[in-house]
T-cell receptor
Framework: DAKTTQPPSMDCAEGRAANLPCNHS???????VYWYRQIHSQGPQYIIH???NNETNEMASLIITEDRKSSTLILPHATLRDTAVYYC?????????????FGKGTKLTVNP | ETGVTQTPRHLVMGMTNKKSLKCEQH?????MYWYKQSAKKPLELMFV???????ENNSVPSRFSPECPNSSHLFLHLHTLQPEDSALYLC????????????FGPGTRLTVL
């Protein structure tokens, strides 16, 4: 699976948008970009995923560049509860099951 | 609630004990996973089961023994563990289609004394 590169940490003010970048320059055409987050000592929580087009759901927006070599997760109005480690994962589906290879992610701290 | 439950949530055991972790998914999924997360380390995939058959063992020591009796249940049997096996053990499941998403349980925090 393609590797991803994320900044180790970011800060954001409560109520402001949090923009978390991810580089995946070796992504293949059939690989999806997934975002999960993990609040301290809990199981990872699925946020959003995309292949080529930008995506939006009730939690976040995902912006994927046209060449698909990078993406940005946007939390439009960050709250203190959004403080977590955010993982960008490039995932390939293979024959009925898959592997998610987690890196170290970005530790997002939302400040009051 | 993700539809994936794990019991117990916390477990303390000695190195000579035998214990089991249980995972149950209520999502109708076909594939189930065990991950290990040691302190300040990324999640590491341990085992993958697809339709009750083990499809991946990521070089896990034999003191960890998985069992998948059906597509809804997954166990991790533990025996003669070491203190360095203390970690958060996470279970996940997915439907097995290209558009399906992997969902995680809350994890079991294991401490080996």
């Amino acid at each position: 699976d393609a590797k991803t590169t994320q900044p180790p940490s970011m800060d954001c003010a409560e109520g402001r948008a949090a923009n978390l970048p991810c580089n995946h320059s070796t992504i293949s055409g059939n690989e999806y970009v997934y975002w999960y987050r993990q609040i301290h000592s809990q199981g990872p929580q699925y946020i959003i995923h995309g292949l080529k087009n930008n995506e939006t759901n009730e939690m976040a927006s995902l912006i994927i560049t046209e060449d698909r070599k990078s993406s940005t997760l946007i939390l439009p109005h960050a709250t203190l509860r959004d403080t977590a480690v955010y993982y960008c994962i490039v995932r390939r589906f293979q024959g009925g099951s898959e592997k998610l290879v987690f890196g170290k992610g970005t530790k997002l701290t939302v400040n009051p | 609630e993700t539809g994936v439950t794990q019991t117990p949530r916390h477990l303390v055991m000695g190195m000579t004990n035998k214990k089991s972790l249980k995972c149950e998914q209520h999502l109708g999924h076909n594939a189930m996973y065990w991950y290990k997360q040691s302190a300040k380390k990324p999640l590491e995939l341990m085992f993958v089961y697809n339709f009750k058959e083990q499809t991946e063992n990521n070089s896990v020591p034999s003191r960890f023994s998985p069992e998948c009796p059906n597509s809804s249940h997954l166990f991790l049997h533990l025996h003669t563990l070491q203190p360095e096996d203390s970690a958060l053990y996470l279970c996940a499941s997915t439907g097995g289609r290209a558009t399906d998403t992997q969902y995680f349980g809350p994890g079991t925090r294991l401490t080996v004394l």
